[in-house]
């Protein structure tokens, strides 16, 4: 069945280091994968997507790498900000609906 | 307006109460989608709209629940008997392309409290 797995579930780096986290999708056939960043209160937002016939889309601090072979996509956050704190959702399109992963809370200390 | 719109953004009700929950999309998207959050979870699929009709509604729960969307723009989502179980935020979002290769925009939400 559908089913996205991400971890890890919870995340905490000091402010500038980097920060990785990796979605596992199930349906070989999706190619189209979304991250969105959500803050406390607000709704979810795109921050960066990736198709399947590229590996790596950069913007600016923000990059997701994609591993079709293990089914594997990943959301690189570099030189973290105390505003890149939030909850990082990734998503896989199933057939006529989206499938979310259970997010990732990304706490950056200063 | 710019995006999408949810009201109300607070709704209270008592157990076994009816409750409707308003979606405005962006202007001519014709995919719709509603998402039920709850804390520490993400978007839970409930139904997606293409145009007036329900191209997929397996994620509603049960019965209680049902969606519509008359004339292809605004949608409203209906709960019948509300339970406790169904407190949560009902997020809506719209989507330009006809497919599910492209950026969903997501209201604010409607956050439900069932007493």
């Known amino acids: 069945g559908e089913n996205v797995e991400q971890h890890p579930s919870t995340l905490s780096v000091q402010e500038g280091d980097s920060a990785v986290i990796k979605c596992t999708y199930s349906d070989s056939a999706s190619n189209y994968f979304p991250w969105y960043k959500q803050e406390l209160g607000k709704r979810p937002q795109l921050i960066i997507d990736i198709r399947s016939n590229v590996g790596e889309k950069k913007d600016q601090r923000i990059a997701v790498t994609l591993n079709k072979t293990a089914k594997h996509f990943s959301l690189h956050i570099t030189e973290t900000q105390p505003e890149d704190s939030a909850v990082y959702f990734c998503a896989e399109p199933g057939t006529y609906k989206y499938i979310f992963g259970t997010g990732t809370r990304l706490k950056v200390l200063a | 307006g710019a995006g999408v719109s949810q009201t109300p953004s607070n709704k209270v009700t008592e157990k076994g109460k009816y409750v409707e929950l308003r979606c405005d999309p962006i202007s001519g998207h014709t995919a719709l989608y509603w998402y039920r959050q709850s804390l520490g979870q993400g978007p839970e699929f409930l139904i997606y709209f293409q145009g007036t009709g329900a191209a997929d509604d397996s994620g509603l729960p049960n019965d209680r629940f049902f969606a519509v969307r008359p004339e292809g723009s605004v949608s409203t989502l209906k709960i019948q008997r509300t339970e406790r179980g169904d407190s949560a935020v009902y997020l809506c979002?719209?989507?330009?392309?006809?497919?599910?290769?492209?950026?969903?925009?997501f209201g604010p939400g409607t956050r439900l409290t069932v007493l």
């Open positions: 979002a719209s989507s330009l392309s006809d497919s599910l290769r492209g950026e969903q925009f």
